[in-house]
């Protein structure tokens, strides 16, 4: 650090994105990426004239994306916030509704980015403990009297929670916003969406990073009550309201067009999860009842932390936490059978000891 940076910035631990090597080919399973391309409608939306109308600003009220995405859901435009990927919605919400008198709550096993976020907004952390199985116990974020923050189907787990505990949280929580985090919902999960007509105080977010193979292109969406979006709103105006590029307002519009093509990809997740779940059970580990496009599994024949290096050896890339209570899992994402069938060979040699 230069020693110019603010003290308290100084003080924070970064998050740690899941690696991007380069070193050779890998197997690439560990930060829940798409397996399959964009849609060939995207593909066609960033060529040619969207590129040479790049001279232009984009729109910074992304009219076009927020009215496709409103139909698509089936709200108004004004109940939709679009932002640079979901963590920047994450990032504008602990802005908003955190700080240093303004707890938050959320699971201890989760995506890490809330400790971070809390952190970085000085916002204490209520960290509500997991059941043995790694579930959540609803009953715990009952009357939180603070911001609760919830990933459903929650992170480094998949398991979902349904949606009559949801709409419970947001019922009894009604003087706080309660922020349901979706990135993987189209895996399986029950949306909220529907609730925010009813709950005022409901943000929910949705990611195109994952089930819509976008995750370079950086959209995150959120659908809530219209003052909830223009709280949001008022805080990109404040920093970037150019954050959500021409082309990626064009790829998304169009990957929202192609909704066939993306719920069929989700199908054949849906499938391979089922297949690799019970092949990684045979050999004797447990694995998280996932709603997502990935895999929890430990307290098997090898250890987790083994089990990465030794599938990272051969050119397999999965997920290790230092968190110590995932310290015996891996978190596998999803990809295609032929790559999971792959993965599973590769398992069987490791735990066979070949
Ligand atoms: C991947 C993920 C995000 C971030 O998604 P982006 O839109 O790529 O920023 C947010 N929350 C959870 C739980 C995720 O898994």
């Not at 579930?135 to 787990?157: F, H, L, R, W």
């Not at 950086?218 to 003052?227: L, N």
Request: aromatic content about 10%.
């Amino acid at each position: 650090m230069s020693g110019f940076l603010s003290a308290h910035l100084n003080t924070l631990t970064e998050y740690v994105p899941g690696e991007q090597l380069q070193d050779r080919r890998y197997i690439k399973l560990n930060t829940n990426e798409s397996p399959f391309p964009a849609s060939e409608g995207v593909v066609a939306a960033v060529s040619g004239q969207t590129v040479r109308d790049l001279r232009l600003y984009p729109d910074t009220d992304c009219r076009l994306l927020i009215r496709t995405l409103a139909d698509t859901y089936g709200v108004e435009p004004e109940n939709v916030f679009v932002s640079n990927g979901s963590d920047d919605i994450l990032n504008f919400a602990f802005m908003g509704y955190c700080g240093p008198d303004r707890p938050v709550l959320f699971p201890e096993v989760s995506y890490g980015f809330y400790q971070v976020y809390a952190d970085l907004y000085r916002a204490p952390c209520r960290k509500i403990p997991m059941n043995p199985d790694f579930s959540i116990d609803p009953e715990k974020y009952m009357n939180a009297g603070c911001t609760v923050v919830i990933a459903n189907p929650n992170a480094q787990t998949g398991i979902a929670l349904p949606l009559a505990d949801i709409e419970r949280i947001a019922a009894s929580n009604r003087e706080h916003v309660v922020l349901v985090d979706e990135a993987y919902v189209d895996f399986g999960g029950e949306s909220a969406v529907g609730l925010t007509k009813k709950y005022k105080n409901l943000l929910v977010c949705q990611t195109f990073s994952k089930s819509r193979s976008m995750a370079g292109a950086r959209v995150g969406f959120a659908v809530a009550d219209a003052e909830l979006i223009a709280d949001l709103n008022k805080i990109r105006y404040s920093t970037n309201p150019y954050n959500i590029n021409s082309m990626t307002q064009a790829a998304g519009t169009a990957a929202l067009k192609d909704a066939q093509y993306y719920e069929e990809n989700c199908r054949k997740i849906v499938r391979t999860r089922a297949w690799t779940k019970a092949q990684l059970e045979a050999l004797g580990f447990f694995v998280t009842d996932s709603s997502a496009n990935f895999l929890l599994a430990g307290r098997g024949p090898v250890q987790g932390k083994t089990l990465y290096e030794k599938l990272r050896e051969k050119a397999i890339l999965v997920r290790h936490f230092s968190d110590p209570q995932l310290d015996d899992y891996v978190r596998i994402t999803i990809g295609t059978q032929e790559q999971m069938q792959q993965v599973m060979d590769a398992v069987t040699e490791i735990v066979k000891g070949r």
